[in-house]
């Protein structure tokens, strides 16, 4: 994405007069639109909901660039950028929810709502993951301490410790971002319309809320039993 974003920053930063604030919103609206596209029915918004996430990542390269190329790096568009991830990652994983809860009955005459609760359980998991590590910071600066040291992330239990390690080379926990959920329901979208019903769909959701809620549990120890605190 670098590749292509680095060009198009290029052009944004000596052609035209948009704001690196502008293009955060945009990012975020982006992300927003990816969530919404999913309720569309069939392939086409497993696609298209694919489709904007990854436009979504190529506004999050070069709403940066741009700052930087022309010296405009502001605190406030770090915490939009920030905001535009939480957003954006509660917004696809509720579309997903309600994708497979199936709003437009094309297989059957009634919506299941229980499949739009866990979607929600999901975004929500996705949102305190991200609370957990930013409120980091949040605590450390009300305390009057500097920002975490990358060090400061180790858990002092060897048994969190081995159990964080493990975690982070499995990755499952990635699968909750915005680019990985979106390939998974892309893959499941793919899969359902070959056999025409919505059960990879709705074992994505299932898939999803089980990691995020699981992760939301797991980072909070994480940080706890580390440094981070101290």
């Avoid at 969530?35 to 070069?62: F, H």
């Avoid at 497979?100 to 305190?128: C, K, P, V």
């Avoid at 920002?147 to 699968?175: Q, T, Y």
């Avoid at 919505?198 to 440094?227: D, E, G, K, N």
Wanted: aromatic share 6%.
């Amino acid at each position: 994405m670098r590749r292509i974003s680095l060009r198009i920053t290029r052009v944004l930063s000596t052609v035209t007069a948009i704001t690196p604030n502008g293009l955060t919103y945009t990012m975020m609206f982006t992300g927003i639109l990816a969530g919404g596209a999913l309720v569309i029915p069939g392939l086409a918004g497993a696609i298209a909901g694919a489709l904007l996430i990854q436009a979504y990542l190529l506004l999050d390269c070069v709403d940066g660039e741009v700052a930087r190329w022309r010296r405009q790096t502001s605190l406030t568009g770090v915490y939009l950028d920030r905001v535009g991830h939480y957003m954006s990652e509660a917004a696809l994983l509720t579309g997903l929810g309600l994708r497979a809860s199936d709003l437009f009955h094309r297989q059957g005459t009634a919506a299941h709502w229980e499949w739009a609760f866990l979607g929600t359980l999901a975004a929500l998991g996705a949102i305190l993951i991200k609370s957990e590590t930013d409120l980091v910071d949040v605590a450390r600066a009300r305390s009057g301490l500097t920002a975490v040291e990358d060090s400061a992330s180790v858990p002092r239990s060897s048994g969190v410790a081995k159990a964080r390690k493990a975690a982070a080379f499995l990755k499952f926990h990635r699968l909750v971002g915005a680019v990985e959920a979106s390939l998974l329901i892309l893959a499941a979208g793919i899969a359902d319309a070959v056999q025409g019903h919505l059960y990879f769909t709705r074992l994505a959701v299932v898939l999803l809320a089980a990691i995020a809620m699981l992760q939301t549990v797991l980072h909070l120890l994480s940080i706890v039993l580390s440094s981070r605190l101290r």
